[in-house]
């Protein structure tokens, strides 16, 4: 973060500064900003920020310890150490901050969003933006009301462009934070059934993810998704429709596709990977690419951790060796139907671990069922269950070996028994349920 001076975060929040005796702060230098007392650095502004299971005012005297000189607050302490921008909302707060540090910057930004692979579509833009420009890009899925005004934050005179990943779980988040970060590029990877216990329906998630075009100067939207593929005064790719449109190659590691005659292979699992790509190509293009310097510069990306990164392991050091497919990150329908699709694909014997899908609303079980009958219909020789609705995965399935478990903690002792060598094992379901344990159980109990 370039240093900006408090009277300058007290205009920007429309702020109060209540402790008078204080005053003097009023002209020091803010070296960053932060919303956990944990990670507070010397010279940062600490965001107390309250939630239902949470308030950052109970932390600001740690943020003190660890060298804030400064908090925005909505409830003023007059015995706080440091100075209190008192504000009626920190969340807004921190939003109106990150907006007003944005505008000091006349860099385009990027900002990526969609269903799925929003967070893969962003590393790849990234590393093919890397070609040419010096970038910052998200870290991890910092994707949120918090996520993106912490990574504005972190913008400097030294960068070029900024890659962001932006989401949405509740209506109306995607507006607020387009008009926080004011991306020149606005990206839809795909539209799927998500977060629907407040979107309530697909034509819901549609509209959420739109807010992003809005007032964007190019929009980007996949060319093979039904409800994208209409969009008019957008740029579309995709393998079967679109301005941008991608061969497909056989190949048995990786992925390999061409774009107007170019080769582009990239060592990624799933097919679903090359639309991700075919993305980042795009917003390359967009910004003065050559299709050869975005091949070269795809040639070097590596899996992001938890999202269909493949792990090769041997069970007591036998052969053949287990290949564990971790997509523990996060699931939802259309993600848990590829990744299976994915799964059929591989020889030897073929486990499907798969966690319940959150945050579905009324129709949950169904979806479920759903995924059941997938499963059915794809040649997996073993599922695995784990919550209260991945019932729906086994019940009624024709799979020849199936278990259900309540929890993640039940399945893990019953891992060894489940899995042999040679065994290809994919591993998914929704964050919450923590299917990220059951790949560092295989890593602890399972030799190289």
């Given amino acids: 973060m370039e240093e900006i001076r408090l009277e300058d975060v007290l205009k920007a929040v429309n702020g109060k500064l209540e402790n008078s005796h204080l ?7 803010i070296k960053g900003v932060s919303i956990d007392s944990r990670t507070t650095n010397p010279g940062e502004l600490f965001v107390a920020l309250k939630g239902n299971d949470y308030d950052g005012h109970s932390f600001i005297e740690k ?12 409830i003023p302490n007059l015995q706080s150490p440091i100075s209190n921008v008192v504000v009626k909302d920190t969340l807004k707060a921190l939003g109106d901050l990150a907006a007003w540090y944005r505008s000091l910057f006349s860099i385009p930004i990027i900002g990526i969003t969609g269903s799925n692979g929003k967070t893969s579509t962003k590393e790849l833009t990234a590393k093919c933006l890397a070609a040419k420009y010096k970038v910052l890009k998200s870290e991890k899925s910092f994707n949120s009301l918090t996520g993106v005004p912490l ?14 990943e932006i989401g949405a779980n509740q209506i109306g988040e995607i507006e607020r934070l387009s008009q926080i970060a004011k991306p020149k590029i606005g990206v839809i990877t795909n539209i799927s059934p998500t977060h629907l216990e407040n979107f309530k329906t697909i034509e819901g998630v549609l509209g959420e993810k739109l807010k992003l075009l809005k007032s964007v100067e190019i929009s980007i939207v996949n060319g093979d998704d039904p409800l994208l593929s209409q969009r008019k005064d957008a740029f579309k790719f995709g393998i079967k429709n679109g301005d941008l449109k991608a ?3 056989e190949s048995i590691d990786g992925i390999k596709f061409k774009v107007n005659g170019i080769l582009f292979e990239l060592p990624l699992f799933g097919k679903y990977q090359i639309y991700n790509a075919l993305a980042a190509i795009s917003v390359g293009i967009h910004s003065n690419l050559e299709l050869q310097e975005l091949s070269e510069a795809l040639k070097e990306v590596t899996p992001v951790p938890h999202r269909e990164e493949i792990i090769e392991l041997k069970l007591n050091g036998q052969d053949p060796a287990i290949k564990i497919i971790d997509s523990t990150y996060n699931a939802n329908p259309m993600s ?14 073929k486990i499907a671990i798969l966690g319940d899908m959150l945050e579905l609303g009324e129709n949950a079980s169904q979806f479920h069922i759903a995924i059941g009958n997938t499963v059915k219909k794809s040649g997996i020789n073993v599922v695995v269950g784990v919550g209260e609705l ?22 893990l002792d019953e891992l060894k028994n489940i899995i042999k060598p040679g065994d290809v094992v994919l591993v998914k379901g929704s964050r919450v349920m923590r299917m990220d344990k059951v790949v560092e159980q295989l890593k602890l109990k399972i030799k190289t």
């Fill in 23 to 29: 005053a003097t702060c009023n002209s020091q230098f």
């Fill in 63 to 74: 943020a003190y310890q660890k060298g804030a000189i400064a908090a925005i607050v909505q």
């Fill in 151 to 164: 990574t504005l934050f972190n913008l400097s005179k030294n960068d070029e462009i900024c890659v962001l």
């Fill in 247 to 249: 061969e497909i190659l």
């Fill in 336 to 349: 848990m139907r590829l990744a299976i699709e994915e799964l059929e694909k591989y020889d030897g014997r």
């Fill in 390 to 411: 991945a019932k729906g995965y086994v019940n009624g399935n024709g799979v020849s070996e199936k278990f259900h478990f309540k929890s993640v903690s039940l399945l």
